[in-house]
């Protein structure tokens, strides 16, 4: 019996040490399954908090999985470092520019024919990598950092490198076209702000995002890394080598670098590139052996200054409206002014909301006049955000005309000029180059409306209980109250349709947010309307000088009232022109509104029109008139898809667009505008226009739609690059009268040289600039069918380079042209 024990003992030890034995073969091929990278169709994750082990790659550096956002109930489905303790996300899906979050329960499956599948508990598809070619037979976890699933010959179907998000690798290249896209906030992975695109002409910028849409505005940063003078200078790609060298590839296989100095060693270090939720791009490395805690550290970024680098046409800056931006450690931090709050306490760059109501009708009820503080900052902006500016002026007259302003929020004061500004305030940071006041108006009880609490129902028991009225006295009180209000209704009812008549005509005007002159007081402005600038079908314009500090020149309007609609064309510029702001528009600054007089102000711009600019013998130079063209070209794009209320010109020509002090174009007149809600896509009306510019839909019975004035500006951009009128009834040569007429046949033929007047700096020009593709856009402005025709924004993007421009049809196909 002992013997049998000790030999069941020596047995069970043998076992044993077999199996401990034969574990030490196991142990290598379990760890490989897990770290080869490899993964099969078939295989799935599930978003659990027990159950998340994620696809790592084979060195263990990366992993593919579903990353907890704050709780175990939200998942975000991502690639991020696995060895690293913040696990930085460099990828993570996205669908409709929203990050695919996933509920709990959620799982991502590798499927044969749509590669990876991301469904909710319920069953919902939420996400898939779109794979469009091929039959998917794996999937790989590269020690990249990139997700491939390859089909059986082991060709890429698809790819997170080919599929960015916010963040580029080493080994990963940008083509053109390409873009990263900024997320919304340090802890919101949803598309946000900002990207970071490789244009088709080579070109590397930085813009923000109109959001929900895909418009972007001007680049805030640029490589300039286009065909200039060398041929082939262009960009390729952006490429992110394997050592970690960042650059723009060149098709001649020249580089730009955009990180500078010594690269650190991708051997040891983690290295990422990322365009962060502050719109800033920038390089980071990271020990790969470390100890204790380490984080990120900066070895590249651009701008150097984001806070400045945003202009009036990059939209609304890093820091939302009314914030004020400052950079600290390279990076923007976003701020309130005194008086205003976050919109989000937990985003500080979504800008802010004032505490306190400011505007006309309420600064009236109040029953004080003493309503508002002023807030005095140095050297602190809002560049884009003026309605009026005023020249030459004090400090001091300065915060005056804004204190006294219902309309005026803050006036800043810098170099004897004053400009006044309205909510909301956009682009604000401190610039201490500047040498600048900027007054802010802030209300003194800092007040929103006050209501009156509701009356609780179990006081009012409580009080009808404690209480004993006679009933005789309630009857005789109501009956006084009943009369008495009854009279009061009769009062205010004769006061308000007395008061109606009067406020009805100017209650829109208060919203234009414009002055009120008198007739008497824009008469000796004019020095009794001496001075003639110009005259049109509505009215005559004469030159002025209001008296404010030494004298502000404007441009006084006077309305032939003689004429028919004349009161609706005071009442149609009035209530647009005094709610539109842009750089390339004409800025309306008061009116007159006095019995039969009617008169219209406006900002007086000392370069005339560009008729007399462009007509004169001495002819501007190709980049002005180039300029003036997409000066224009950005204006009407304003009037039509910008503005709250849509705004067809309908009489584009030289003799509308003027010039400022710095040849900036700024479109005039906006008397022959037809207006239309944003719902509406066309209207019949009478024919408006000037002979030469007038679309041919006006005389087709066709709607009328903001096309008229793309055909218009066709016209008008032929002439800028001619420098020659549209009709000329004097020239000898028959053919040669008629502008669109001439330049087509001459396009047509190969012969463009006979009609463009050119200067030498042509030819040192980019592609985008060349008068060939210009004639082509003019060319798809002008065409008889408006549906041919492009929209504003997409002849804006010609201009720009963004759009290729291709060989243009005939404008006339049924007219006989000659040869």
Partial sequence: MPNNIGARKLAMAFTIRLLLFSSLFLLPVSVFAQTNGGIAVGDFLTATAANSSPWLSPSGDFAFGFFPLGSNDLFLLSIWYAKIPDRTIVWNADRDNEAAVAPKGSTVNLTANSGLVLRSPQGEELWKSETSVGVVANGVMNDTGNFVLQDRNSESLWETFNNPTDTMLPGQTLERSGKLSSRQSETNYSKGRFQLLLQEDGNLVLSTINLPTNFANEPYYATDTTSGTVAGSEGKELVFNVSGYLYVLRENGGKYNLAVGEVVSARDNYIRATLNFDGIFAQYYHPKNFTGNVSWTLRWSEPDDICQRNREDSGVGVCGYNSICTLKDKRPTCGCPKGFSLLDPNDPYRGCKPDFIQGCEEDELSRTNDLYDVEVL??????????????PFTAEKCNESCFQDCLCSVAVFRDETCWKKKLPLSNGRVDVSLNSEAFFKVRKDNTTLQFSPMPNPDDKKKKCSNTLIPVESVILATSIFVSFMFSAAVCLGFFFIFRKKQVRSIKNMLDSNLCSFSYRELQEATNGFKEELGRGAFGVVYKGTIKIGSGVQVAVKKLNCVIQDGEKEFKTELSVIGKTHHKNLVCLVGYCDEGQHRLLVYEFLSNGTLASFLFADTKPSWTQRIEIACGVAKGLLYLHEECSTQVIHCDIKPQNILLDDYYTARISDFGLAKLLMMNQSHTHTAIRGTKGYVAPEWFRNMPITAKVDVYSFGVVLLEIICCRRSVDVDNSREERAILTDWVYDCYRGGMLDAVLVLDNEVQ????????????????????????????????????????????PPCPSPYTTRTG
């Fill in 378 to 391: 140095t050297n602190t902006v809002w560049p884009t955000s003026d309605y009026v500016r005023l020249y």
């Fill in 764 to 807: 040192a020009l980019d592609d985008r600039m060349k008068p060939e593709k210009l004639v082509m856009i003019a060319i798809w402005c002008i065409q008889d069918d408006p549906s041919l025709r492009p929209t504003m924004r997409k002849v804006v993007q010609m201009l720009e380079g963004v759009v290729e421009v291709h060989v």
